[in-house]
């Protein structure tokens, strides 16, 4: 049975898995940045005060979660479930070498070296050092990257993509079609590319940077 606590608690997950406060949930699905807020969560007169199914169903197309993504982010008592402590730690010169990813961008194989889980970052997620200054002003070497392979990506996200040359590359998403990926470079020294569908290897979005 759905409680009140439970439901907010999934928000709160919901947004942890993507990074985000609670705020930041609530712009990101269009609401006023309060919405989502402690203080909100409870009337004048101390009655709980439930979030609006269509508040719910914004924050699930902000995210690309389903109804069953949201039910499944809590347990019966209501508290977030864990994620994995740690993430496999990639440097981009392996990223760009064959064998070590599947077809769908996750990490294949053992043996990596592990950094903690930031929140916000889901199952299957990984983290990849930044290896020179393509990526300035925003990631500068040494940087790392969590990565997410399974959150969906939308215009305006900051990607980590692999071509079929082997090349990777993190970026900015500025339009993707069934023929055509638009990649804006996050360094103004360097060129924004226009790569063909086909070739994009994988593409998964930037949840987190240690900065």
Known sequence: MLSHDKVWAAIDALAARNALSASGLAKRAGLDSTAFNKSKRQSADGRPRWPSTESLAKVMDATGASIDDLLGLFKADGEARPTSSTVPLIGFAQAGAGGYFDDAGFPAGHGWDQVPLPAGAGEGAYALTVQGDSMLPLYRDGDVLIVDPAAQVRKGDRVVAKTASGEV?????????????????????????SIPADDIVWMARIVWASQ
């Not at 990649?183 to 360097?190: A, E, T, V």
């Open 169 to 193: 590359t993190a970026k900015v998403l500025a339009r993707k079609s069934a023929k055509i990926v638009e990649l804006q470079s996050l360094n103004p020294d360097h060129p924004d590319r």
